[in-house]
């Protein structure tokens, strides 16, 4: 593995990443291959980096205990090779204060000069919920499961049929396990997204188990009702990670600390369930501007988070300023008129793959190294980037 990191940092890779994660699994239910690697393979893999002279060695930990063992090793190999090692940090509702913990390691790390680092997401960590999609609350329902594999519209009058309506809304599900745990047992996290605008700060009175207290509605039965919906296309939020609180207060207090990054976004990963890809326009607009359930972040540093400060970690030092002699990759904003739509099914991935999507608005031009390709918000067709490969100098 050393040998194969070193020529891959040759070839141009910014990095290597590993893992302690429990929830990446095979389809039969075993950790993906390097999940319990000993220290000593990963002290060989970052010496690798050091010969090199580059990159960034990002560790994912489990998120619901502090990881004092492997911090241990994490400290000594950042120490020894020069890298920076990024860590992963998230709240989970297990362990809703681990990542103080981990903040405070972190703050021990730079006044000993170790250069350590944590990587955050701009928002909750979740799960959008569609009859389209990879995952959704009915999954285990055996009166679904029935029609599951039908057309989508088939399926949809099936659904609307009363007698299966009522078998969905009173049987038990078939599993008692871990989807259970983190999709059924959690009514008070999940969000129904309305047609038009979709809330990531939302209150726990207005979740699924909230409006059926509330209104003695049938909570199984709201999820159907807004699956169903729009064709299929009704969407229904679940926050995983950094929610613990019913707010985004973790997430405000974890930007604000001088050894995290901006991070964590699932653009491409899990495109059937997850939609990160709007998470830079939620940056701009939520934090700097719209929040209404605490303190905003002032817009030069949401800026500078989503720019310098991520070339810089990446050792791409030809961009991330506006500064002469670099990159002219630049955004025009609209400021007063950003915003974003909500997510949406999207099946243009090869072989008619899906993909959620979630569209900007207020982008006036975008310039990627001079060449305009975005104009009021529509590609112009140009596509001047291209694979990036080692460190860039400025």
Request: charged share 25%; aromatic share 8%; hydrophobic share 40%.
């Amino acid at each position: 593995m050393a040998t194969l990191v070193e020529e891959a940092l040759r070839a141009g890779a910014l990095g290597f990443s590993t893992s302690r994660t429990p929830l990446h699994k095979s389809k039969s239910g075993e950790l993906v291959p390097g999940t319990m690697v000993d220290a000593e393979e990963l002290f060989e893999i970052a010496d690798a980096m050091k010969r090199v002279g580059h990159g960034n060695f990002q560790f994912s930990p489990e998120h619901i205990r502090v990881p004092n063992e492997e911090w241990v090793w994490m400290r000594e190999l950042a120490r020894r090779t020069g890298r920076t090692v990024s860590v992963n940090l998230s709240q989970t509702d297990q362990s809703p204060e681990v990542w103080r913990s981990v903040l405070k390691l972190l703050t021990d790390a730079r006044n000993d000069g170790i250069p350590m680092v944590a990587q955050v997401a701009g928002r909750s960590i979740g799960i959008m919920y569609c009859l389209h999609g990879s995952v959704h609350p009915l999954l285990f329902h055996p009166a679904y499961a029935e029609v599951q594999d039908l057309p989508m519209e088939q399926r949809l009058r099936a659904l609307a049929e009363p007698q299966r309506r009522s078998r969905i809304i009173n049987e038990v599900p078939n599993d008692g396990g871990f989807f259970q745990k983190i999709v059924l047992d959690k009514l008070d996290g999940m969000w129904l997204v309305d047609g038009a605008n979709i809330d990531y700060e939302p209150h726990r009175d207005d979740s699924v188990g909230g409006i059926a207290r509330r209104t003695g509605a049938n909570a199984v039965e709201l999820i159907l009702d807004q699956l169903i919906s729009n064709d299929g296309h009704g969407m229904i939020y679940a926050p995983f990670f950094n929610y613990s609180y019913g707010d985004l207060s973790m997430t405000y207090e974890a930007h604000l600390h001088p050894q995290t990054r901006m991070g964590l976004s699932d653009a491409g990963a899990h495109c059937g369930a997850i939609c990160d890809g709007g998470m830079p326009t939620f940056m701009l607009t939520h934090w700097t501007r719209d929040r209404r359930r605490g303190p905003l972040l002032d817009l030069e540093y949401v800026i500078h988070r989503q720019t310098a400060q991520t070339a810089e970690l990446y050792g791409l030092h030809d961009r991330g300023t506006v500064t002469a002699g670099k990159r002219a990759d630049l955004n025009i904003i609209d400021y007063d008129n950003l915003g974003f739509d909500v997510p949406r099914m999207a099946f243009d991935l090869p072989a008619n793959g899906r993909r959620l999507v979630q569209r900007g608005r207020g982008y006036v031009a975008t310039f990627v190294a001079g060449e305009q390709t975005v104009a009021n918000d529509e590609f112009t067709g140009a596509l001047p980037g291209h694979l990036i490969r080692g460190p860039q100098k400025a």
